[in-house]
């Protein structure tokens, strides 16, 4: 993929509007890690006005992908997609994260970002009903969910019985994962070869109903971009479920939680949902409090664009203070649909009262 001209020297150019809304910059307190500064290394490394030295490269890791930079941007220019080109760049020079190798590596042998194959799990917890060819409708449960909160699946599984959906099988092919640590690592050959595969997987299935939105996002825009569209119509798992939540159900005791809710970086900017976990979590009986910074002005975990991989620390710090927020929202429970935001808040706090969204309406549905 050729890097866009125009939206490298706009970036290069810019007197930094959207400094302030770039949380690794806000984190590590340098002006080479804010949007400006990254994109800026790139320009000159395209121009050979700066050597092709790991250091130099390392700038391209020092970003989320979150696209809160975006918001703030009169010109709409995604920094994050001028970094995942500079990383591809890295990756061509062998100057890239090395902290990344072991994702390719997992991904091409266990079709996973893990290091074991998740497919097994879903096998040996499952009926084969549900891994059935014949299906047309999927879940797409990912490798975090699989791997760190398996019983948020299960829970999945039992709202889609409990609003009397029988039709949705389980994704469980050997390309088990999306796809997206290649791409946002810039392994990008890579990834295009592993999207044409779960495309072929795909192929025939009617809609794809995705439990994280980074793979939502990943199926539903990121393919395209590389000439592997699917036919499916691919879904967060909020989006399809509301219309059920909503018009069916009524008799149902309301829950009347104080919640908060985390706005996940491709839920909000990438996908633009943000009112649709809102309405869930009210239609079970949620009482909400807002965070300072919410729907498309939401801050980042931290962990977002293999970040958590490259630079632990400044994930830590990012996490910390994004639950700084929740802790002055007076809410009793913060609730986010996102795996790894999640796990990232609990790996920050573990005494940390945060749930998926999955699990506020499973205590829902489970009422007899």
Known sequence: MKIPEKELEYCTTCPKLCRFACPVANAEYRESTTPWGKVSMLYYLTREYAPHTSENYDLMYHCTTCLACREFCEHQISVPDLLIMGRNMAYDKSRHHRGLDRTLKNIKKY???????????????????YFSRSLKVLLFVGCVYTRHQFDTIKKAIFILERLGIDYAGIYNREQFCCGLPLYSSGFLSEFSEYAEMVKK??????????????????LKSIYPQFDNAIRAEVLTFSEFILPFIKNGLRDLKKICEHYAYHDPCYMSRYLNQTEEPRELLKSTGGILSELLWNRKNSICCGAGGMHKATNPDTTRDI???????FKASGAKKLVTSCPTCLKTFKDTDPYLPVVDIIEVVYEFLRQK
């Open 319 to 325: 996490a910390a203070r994004r639950l700084e927020e």
């Open 201 to 218: 997987n795909l192929s025939g299935i009617k809609k794809v109903i995705a439990l994280c939105p980074s793979c939502t996002y990943t």
């Open 111 to 129: 079709g996973s970002v893990f290091g074991e194959d998740l497919r097994e799990r879903l096998s040996s917890e499952f009926d084969p009903v």
